[in-house]
């Protein structure tokens, strides 16, 4: 099994255990350049508010757009789009990918601004 095949296999797991518990999601995907993130709605159809480091403005705020502090700026940026839009708890869906680095300072930067999960 190639690593690609690993996470989607963790992912789709993390995601059956999320709709089974019908909540809101907090849906994140890194990539090499990027860090990505959703608030998802309970019923997997709607996207409630989302932020990413390709927004004008949290690329103005960083030099690149792959590193902790970009991810903390994101995570600093959907919590408060959150808050607007009246979510305040929310599940983490990591996408499969491991809880460290940018995608541990992502949630770490949400919860210190007012998400819970």
């Given amino acids: 099994m190639d690593k690609s095949i690993s996470r989607i296999r963790r992912a789709r797991k993390t995601r059956a255990k999320i709709a089974e518990l019908n909540m809101v999601r907090l849906c994140v995907f890194r990539s090499n350049n990027h860090i990505y993130a959703q608030i998802i709605s309970a019923e997997g159809d709607k996207v409630l508010a989302q932020a990413s480091t390709v927004q004008a403005d949290v690329k103005g705020q960083v030099k690149s757009g792959g590193n902790v502090a970009a991810a903390q700026l994101v995570g600093k940026a959907i919590a408060e789009k959150a808050k607007a839009v009246g979510v305040d708890k ?25 998400l819970s999960f």
């Fill in 90 to 114: 929310v599940a983490f869906d990591r996408s499969g990918f491991r809880y460290h680095g940018r995608v541990k300072a992502l949630a770490e930067a949400a919860r210190e601004h007012g």
